[in-house]
C-alpha cells in the first residue's frame, strides 16, 4: 500500500505579543478551551466540523476537520518566541486529492489559511 501523500499550506506572521497573549486570543476566536471541544464552521458551500485534538499551551494546538470532501484534513496553529513577541504558524493539510472534487477542497483549504491567521492578527490588533 503506498505511502499517503499530503496538499501541505502554511502562513506565517511575527505577532507583536507574547504567545501566551496570542494563545488565550486563539482559542477565543475559535471558541474551544479544551481537547475533544468542536466547532463548525463553513468552509466555501460544506460545513465542517473542527475538533481539538491536541491542546498545549501555550504554543499548539491542532485541530482535525470532518465532513468535507477530503478524508483527511488537519490544521495546526503553532506559536514560538521571538524577540519582537513570537511567531505565529498556521498550517493545513490535506490528503492529496484524487479527484476534481477533493482537489477544489484542497484548494479552498489552501486559500482560507492565510486569512485565518489574518483573523488572529486582526483580533490581536484591536
Known amino acids: 500500500m503506498p505511502k499517503p501523500v ?8 511575527t505577532l507583536t ?9 486563539l482559542l477565543d476566536l475559535l471558541q474551544l478551551t479544551d481537547r475533544g471541544d468542536t466547532r463548525r464552521r ?13 491542546l498545549e499551551p501555550p504554543w499548539r494546538l491542532v485541530l482535525d476537520a470532518t465532513g468535507g470532501a477530503s478524508p483527511f484534513h488537519q490544521e495546526t496553529v503553532v506559536f514560538v518566541p521571538d ?12 490528503l492529496e486529492p484524487t479527484d476534481s472534487v477533493t ?12 486569512g485565518r ?4 492578527t486582526d483580533r490581536l490588533a484591536d
Open 103 to 114: 482537489r477544489d477542497y484542497a484548494e479552498i483549504v489552501a486559500r482560507q489559511t492565510p
Open 42 to 54: 463553513a468552509l466555501a458551500a460544506t460545513e465542517i466540523t473542527e475538533t481539538a485534538v491536541s
Open 6 to 13: 499530503y496538499v501541505p499550506t502554511v502562513a506565517e506572521a
Open 83 to 94: 524577540p519582537a513577541g513570537c511567531l505565529a504558524m498556521w498550517s493545513a493539510l490535506v
Open 117 to 120: 491567521l489574518r483573523e488572529l
Open 17 to 25: 505579543v507574547d504567545r501566551s497573549t496570542a494563545w488565550r486570543a
